[in-house]
C-alpha cells in the first residue's frame, strides 16, 4: 500500500484475463449483420424488446426470444466526441459514438460514419447501417 498525505491508497499488479462467450443462441443477430441487417430480440411470452439483443429475456426470464429487424430510423439523444481515445483504439483518429431511440422503441450505441459536425446534435435524424470489415460485419449511424 502507497500513501500519500490523508490519502491511502492500494496500486494492483496489472490483470489480464479475456473470456470465451458463447453466441450460438444469438448467431440469428451475427447472420443478420451478415445480411445487411440488424435484430433486435424480442421475448415471445411478454413481448420485451432487447437491443443488444438477449437470449434470456430480463424482464420474464424466457429463454425464447424471436428476431425483429430494426428498420434503422433513430433519433439522437446523447453524442461524444472521443478524442483521447483507450489504448485498444490509438491508432484510431478521434471518433463520434451517440445513442439514438429508434423508432421500435429500443435505444442504440453506435459509431457515427459521417459526422458532420455543424448537423450532430440532439434531436438529429441518424439512419442505422450495417459495415463489413476485415474483422466481421457490425453496424453504425449515418446522419440524415
Known amino acids: 500500500m ?12 496489472p490483470i489480464t484475463f479475456s473470456l470465451e462467450i ?17 435484430y433486435a430480440s424480442k ?25 425483429m429487424e430494426i ?5 439522437i439523444e446523447t453524442f ?3 478524442m483521447i481515445r483507450p489504448k485498444n483504439f490509438a491508432e484510431s483518429p478521434p471518433y463520434t459514438v451517440a445513442v439514438a431511440k429508434m423508432k421500435e422503441g429500443v435505444k442504440i450505441l453506435a459509431w457515427v460514419t459521417n459526422p458532420e459536425y455543424s448537423k450532430l446534435k440532439t434531436g438529429a435524424k441518424v439512419r ?3 459495415e463489413k470489415s476485415e474483422t466481421g460485419a457490425t453496424y453504425a449511424f449515418t446522419l440524415h
Open 2 to 13: 502507497t500513501t500519500s498525505p490523508g490519502k491511502p491508497k492500494f496500486i494492483s499488479k
Open 22 to 38: 458463447s453466441t450460438r443462441k444469438l448467431s440469428e443477430f451475427w447472420k443478420g449483420l451478415e445480411n445487411g441487417k440488424v
Open 43 to 67: 421475448c415471445r411470452k411478454c413481448g420485451s424488446l432487447s437491443f443488444p439483443p438477449v437470449a434470456d429475456c430480463s424482464t420474464c426470464l424466457s429463454s425464447e426470444p424471436e428476431w
Open 71 to 75: 428498420e434503422g430510423e433513430g433519433e
Open 80 to 82: 461524444t466526441h472521443i
Open 128 to 130: 442505422l447501417v450495417t
